[in-house]
């Protein structure tokens, strides 16, 4: 297993270094330059050249990228022109919001999607099978902002059940101490304010959730129809085996490899759907910070955005290669 583990960190190195070739060739090709996009469309000749001293982009193009390329190592994403702080620590202080709400969201999806997906399959034309595979196409055509805009108009609006906005409550008094606020409040003992967290956490993680429901209950269905035509399972049944047995050793098990990997590319794609879901709920998180990067042109942010992102695919392409393994023994072999 730390065989494993090492070769694919060692995979890891070629794709983030290809990637941050790509960045660096996108901000030098940016319309009237990285300064003049810092400065704006009004800028003079002499701003532009004094910004483009001031970040060596007057020097040759090997010398910047081993530069920038320093920088990325070191975590040294710039400045944000929108609040004049390090970009790292702008992620860092809103990354635990996004992560709970991505948990949170992936968790309803696999909870409700595999075993969807598992009975739809075994109830193949029933009623059951026929909502399943409607409400997956469904989920995968509406938009997320405009299930975010229906949600909160019925369940926050309307009926009141569930906040519109924000991570908790203004009248909440909760102590900080990692940044995830339902974490925060079970380590300090402030049970209500984990409470009024996840109260704030449901209609946004329902909205982002339902796109990788919809696939991975399709995915599911697909898989588990797929081993319930092989020899083995009508050999394991006529053997007389248990049902549980039969359902989780050997439809489930095997069932479970291609689910594996479309909830490892979905956690990733998460991160970048947090930007409409966070926007509409003000959710405070990265993705709420992008969409204003964006507006400002703020190129720092976004760098830094994309390497992040960046990392958490590969950091997720490995747990689903140590998940592949941990599944199927044969991987390890292999």
């Known amino acids: 297993m730390l065989r494993l583990v090492v070769r694919r960190l060692l995979q890891l190195i070629p794709t983030l270094l290809g990637l941050s070739v790509l960045l660096f060739l996108w901000l030098n090709r940016l319309p009237g330059g990285p300064a003049s996009a810092i400065l704006g469309e009004r800028a003079t000749e002499a701003e532009v050249a004094r910004i483009n001293r001031a970040l060596g982009l007057d020097q040759p193009v090997w010398v910047q990228y081993g530069r920038f390329l320093k920088r990325v190592v070191q975590l040294d994403l710039g400045t944000s022109t929108q609040t004049g702080q390090p970009v790292w620590e702008e992620f860092t202080l809103r990354f635990p919001a996004t992560v709970e709400l991505s948990i949170a969201a992936m968790l309803i999806a696999i909870a409700v999607g595999i075993p969807l997906g598992y009975f739809a399959a075994r109830r193949r034309g029933g009623w059951l099978d026929v909502t399943a595979v409607s409400g997956s196409l469904l989920g995968i055509c509406v938009p997320v902002f405009f299930l975010a805009l229906i949600l909160k108009g019925i369940f926050a609006v309307n009926l009141g059940v569930f906040p519109s906005y924000g991570r908790q409550s203004t009248g909440i008094d909760a102590t900080e101490v ?13 049970f209500d304010a984990s409470w009024d967290a996840i109260t704030h956490l449901v209609l946004p993680a329902v909205t982002l959730a339902s796109i990788p429901l919809a696939v991975i209950v399709r995915m599911t269905r697909a898989s588990v129809l797929e081993v319930l035509g092989e020899d083995y399972i009508r050999t394991a049944e006529s053997k007389g085996l248990e049902q549980r047995v039969v359902r989780v050793r050997h439809i489930l098990r095997n069932a479970l490899l291609p689910v594996v990997t479309a ?17 509409v709920f003000s959710f405070g998180g990265i993705g709420s910070f992008i969409r204003t990067a964006i507006d400002a042109r703020d190129y720092p942010v976004l760098v830094g955005f994309i390497m992040f992102i960046a990392m958490v695919y590969v950091l997720i392409n490995l747990f689903v290669d140590l998940a592949y393994s941990l599944i199927d023994p044969r991987v390890r072999v292999h």
């Open 178 to 190: 990692t940044g995830f606020a339902i974490l925060d409040g079970i380590l300090t003992g402030e």
């Open 263 to 279: 909830v490892g590319l979905l956690t990733g794609s998460l991160l970048s759907g947090a930007v409409l879901t966070e926007s």
